[in-house]
């Protein structure tokens, strides 16, 4: 059982967690679920409008262009969903 204190899960406790699974395939599946959970949400809700919010303005160069949305729709497109 995991203490209050510890905020770090160790390996045996992910493998536990993962059932097993490939760490990846088991991220891009949450993503995926998290992603038609979201779909499904009021647009009043603020996790929604966080979500579908663009900023603007402009990005410091280095900073990689992606954004989560655009990580699901990547596996989305691998999936052919």
């Known amino acids: ?9 160790i390996n045996k406790e ?3 967690l993962i059932r097993g699974e490939y760490i990846v395939k088991y991220i891009k ?11 499904g949400m ?9 979500t ?3 900023p603007t303005g402009l990005r410091a160069k280095a900073r990689p262009k992606n954004r989560w949305r655009d990580e699901v729709i990547k596996d989305l497109k ?4």
């Open 14 to 16: 992910l493998q536990q």
């Open 1 to 9: 059982m995991r203490s209050k204190e510890r905020w770090r899960i």
């Open 42 to 50: 009021e647009d009043v809700k603020l996790v929604k409008k966080i």
């Open 52 to 54: 579908d919010w663009n």
């Open 29 to 39: 599946e949450q993503r995926i679920k998290f992603w038609g959970y979201l779909n």
């Open 78 to 81: 691998k999936l052919k969903l």
